[in-house]
């Protein structure tokens, strides 16, 4: 297994190009399965969960080919309903091929994604609007299987903003007959990039962006180029990262009107932003000043930048406190960080972070994706060395993440086997 080996407490300096978003490339990659004929993606980024979405395609029958940033799929071949365990486990997102099945060939079974590292996960708010669609739905085995004669537009209300759940139905609703209302849908830029696609793919939808998405369904839809949004995660990963280590780093290719909850906190915590379209730069100040965070649906503070800005918080003049609304375990990188010094205290969903002068280098264990490049910011603003184990989780989510920071003058590198 990979480590990352650091040295910290290099400044951050240079230009940065960011990457597509993997939470919009699993729903469009998935997307396809809507569709006969080459579709053709392109800033896809190069991650394993993008492989583990196209390894579940082939499965189901589609043919993929896959050169660096562009992925084809041709779903003209689907003739597989099933989404075993063995894909499902790697990866949870998997869930995102159930609409398309019920939509496309009236039938899914597709193994339940259970719960993971940050929570229990349910799915339920997806089955539910299945079920009020028209699908007949059991859950057999550790598996959900969906049958839908026709599949009926309906007027839907969502317990919780979802975000696969939104884009899952929205999927469905895609091909359904009728029209499909969903009421407090998720607005994230993931689920706008979707509509965007279907959209272009013949779909009558309105609305994504807001809490109310309308979705008139079609008989088919039509292949499409299409070209993934920025990440929003990995830039905010960076700019972070220019914050914590008193840097000034310019990041290409990324789209700062995604951006604002976390530029309010970084502007609060001291650091100096500056926007223009498709690029921020970020001035670390020279104190980091302690700044409470709630996370939220968006355009609320994310919850996949919670951890990152925690390290933030660690090394700030002052106490801070960030509660987690999203997930209600997502706080198992404070034991990691406390190893390295931090002064953090966890009551249920909140956490209180007294701000140290200084991290301290030491091993650790990356347990899952956000927590892992939180460690990682960790290690690049600690003193001494920091060995972070376990990097898969890194590799699902952050393309050469350890490439571009030492491109920015860390001292990083990556240990093979
Ligand atoms: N929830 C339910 N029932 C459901 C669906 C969700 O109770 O049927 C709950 C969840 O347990 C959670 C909350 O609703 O407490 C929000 O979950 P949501 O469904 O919105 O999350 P998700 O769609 O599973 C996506 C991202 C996550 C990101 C969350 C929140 C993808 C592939 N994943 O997950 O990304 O944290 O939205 O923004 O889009 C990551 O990239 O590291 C990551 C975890």
Not at 124 to 150: D, Q, R
Not at 191 to 197: F, K
Not at 362 to 389: C, F, H, Q, Y
Request: with cysteine; aromatic share 4%; charged share 20%.
């Amino acid at each position: 297994m990979d480590r990352i080996i650091i040295e910290g407490g290099r400044v951050l300096n240079g230009e940065v190009r960011i990457g597509g978003a993997k939470n919009a490339a699993l729903p469009i990659l998935a997307s396809a399965l809507l569709t006969d004929g080459w579709n053709t993606f392109s800033n896809v980024p190069n991650l394993m969960d993008v492989e583990s979405i196209n390894r579940l395609l082939v499965h189901l029958g589609a043919s993929v080919e896959s050169t660096p940033g562009t992925v084809r799929i041709n779903a003209a071949g689907l003739n597989n309903s099933e989404a075993p365990y063995d894909l499902v486990r790697k990866m949870r997102a998997s869930i995102l091929v159930l609409g398309p099945l019920v939509a496309r060939l009236k039938r899914a079974r597709v193994s339940l994604p259970g719960g993971c590292a940050i929570g229990a996960r349910p799915i339920n708010i997806h089955l539910k609007a299945l079920s009020e669609m028209g699908a007949v739905l059991e859950l057999k085995g550790g598996y959900v299987e969906a049958t839908a004669e026709t599949l009926r537009g309906k007027e839907l209300f969502l317990d919780l903003p979802t975000v696969t759940g939104t884009e899952n139905i929205m999927m469905a609703a895609a091909l359904a007959e009728g029209e499909t209302i969903i009421r407090n849908a998720a607005r994230e830029p993931e689920v706008v990039a979707l509509a965007g696609t279907l959209k272009q793919m013949g779909s009558l939808i309105t609305g994504a962006g807001t809490s109310v998405i309308t979705i008139q369904g079609v008989s088919s839809l039509s292949p499409v180029s299409v070209s993934i949004i920025p990440d929003r995660i990995e830039t905010g990963t960076f700019m972070v990262a220019a914050a914590l280590t008193r840097g000034d780093v310019l990041l290409k290719g990324c789209e700062p009107g995604h951006q604002n909850a976390l530029i309010d906190k970084l502007t609060m915590a001291g650091a100096k932003i500056q926007t223009e379209e498709g690029a921020i730069r970020i001035c670390g100040g020279d104190v980091v000043e302690s700044v409470d965070v709630k996370t939220l649906p968006y355009p609320g503070f994310p919850t996949d930048m919670q951890a990152q800005f925690m390290v933030l918080m660690s090394v700030a003049n002052g106490l801070s406190v960030i509660s987690e609304t999203i997930f209600e375990d997502r706080f198992i990188h404070v034991g990691e960080l406390r190893r390295m010094g931090a002064d953090i205290t966890v009551s249920g969903n909140t956490a209180a972070i007294k701000g140290v002068p200084m991290l301290s280098g030491a091993p650790v264990m990356a347990t899952d994706l956000r927590a892992s490049a939180s460690l990682v910011l960790a290690g690049l603003v600690a003193k001494g060395k920091t060995e972070i184990n376990r990097v898969y989780h890194l590799d699902r989510g952050y393309e050469r993440l350890e490439e571009k920071f030492a491109r920015l003058g860390a001292f990083i590198k990556r240990v093979k086997g």
